[in-house]
């Protein structure tokens, strides 16, 4: 799946529009194991994901939570970065 189908999964976008999103995108590689957001750190990059599947966890307490998993085509980011602007 190109980042351009991606972005055109939930409503059509100009080739233009596409053009100057993928102008500021750099493609990261990832393993299984990898973490890429965090926690604790600020991160305000959005990422989609254009092959494999992720998994959203978190520790509290020592104890790692799965909060969901995704697939090729979703995005997802640290909104708390994002918002707040603090860490993950």
Not at 1 to 12: F, G, Q, T
Not at 38 to 56: D, P
Request: hydrophobic share 40%; net charge negative; glycine share 10%.
């Amino acid at each position: 799946m190109e980042l351009s189908d991606i972005l055109n999964l939930i409503s059509p976008v100009s080739p233009e529009t596409v053009r100057e999103f993928l102008s500021h995108c750099k493609v990261r590689r990832y393993q299984k194991g990898d973490s890429i957001v965090t926690q604790g750190l600020l991160e305000k990059s959005l990422f989609l994901v254009k092959e494999g599947v992720f998994r959203v966890g978190r520790v509290i307490d020592d104890i790692e939570d799965t909060i969901c998993f995704g697939q090729r085509g979703d995005c997802f980011m640290s909104f708390h970065s994002f918002y707040a602007g603090e860490g993950a």
